[in-house]
């Protein structure tokens, strides 16, 4: 598919900045309203970044790393931008819905496309219960957090807290605790991808709980409910060969 009417972005690195001006100035740069593609210059965090502003434009987005680990992105060439965004797959990803209340009674609401996670914010350790669509699954989990994944996100946090990688396209999400304490053997679950989890947070004002979808906090909370959301479908390009089913594989080889 053709997509010639390009849109920029950068993330606000130096490298990313200059790339992102010799492009424009190469192949042309539109706004995103008249774009067929978005092509977003930076690393993981500066892609989800991207795919969070564009959600309500149903645009795709074709990344190319200017960052770090860069595991949502391609690899960086300024050549034949052009072919490669017309020989590129498109995966849909669909994000978390999080509702967050704080313990003042005022929500906060919020997309996550990588993980929505609970983390203690104070010295002490969290003390969660975990709700699974409406039935209690553990009165107590005290931890230094928990967090649900994606089948996208699952090489990120969850994976750093010892969660499972998940395949691109399985039916389930990742439920993962983070350092826990008790019940001491617990490692999390996998539960489909339609489940309503549920997270209260035990005496609040003693063991205070952040909630962050995707690097956008929520502090002092006292519960969190989280969803897959079908509704809203990120777009994401891979050249072909490299999408994230090939690169979940990789991962957990490497």
């Not at 492009?23 to 008249?34: F, W």
Request: hydrophobic letters at 45%; glycine letters at 8%; proline letters at 6%.
């Amino acid at each position: 598919m053709a997509r010639e009417r390009i849109a920029f972005l950068a993330s606000e690195a130096g490298i990313a900045q200059e790339t992102c001006a010799r492009l424009a100035q190469r192949y042309g740069h539109y706004p995103i309203e008249e774009a067929e593609v978005v092509v977003a210059l930076g690393g993981d965090g500066f892609m989800l970044q991207t795919l969070h502003a564009t959600e309500a434009c149903d645009i795709p987005v074709y990344g190319m790393n200017r960052g770090t680990v860069g595991f949502l992105m391609n690899a960086f060439s300024e050549d034949e931008l052009p072919a490669r965004l017309a020989a590129a797959e498109e995966a849909i990803l669909n994000p978390l819905a999080m509702l967050a209340e704080t313990v003042d009674g005022t929500q906060h609401r919020a997309l996550a496309i990588n993980e929505v996670s609970l983390l203690r914010a104070g010295p002490q350790a969290a003390k969660l219960k975990v709700i699974i669509d409406e039935r209690v699954r553990l009165e107590e989990l005290v931890c230094d957090g928990a967090l649900v994944a994606t089948p996208a996100g699952s090489t990120a946090y969850n994976y750093s807290a010892y969660g499972p990688i998940l395949p691109i396209g399985a039916d389930v999400l990742a439920l993962t605790a983070i350092a826990p304490f008790r019940p001491r053997r617990w490692r999390g679950a996998l539960l489909p991808t339609q489940a309503r989890v549920r997270f209260e947070v035990h005496d609040p004002a003693k063991r205070p709980v952040m909630a962050d979808a995707d690097s956008r906090v929520v502090r002092d909370v006292a519960w969190v409910e989280i969803h897959s959301e079908p509704r809203v479908g990120h777009r994401i390009l891979f050249d072909p060969g490299h999408g994230l089913d090939e690169r979940l594989i990789r991962e957990q080889f490497a």
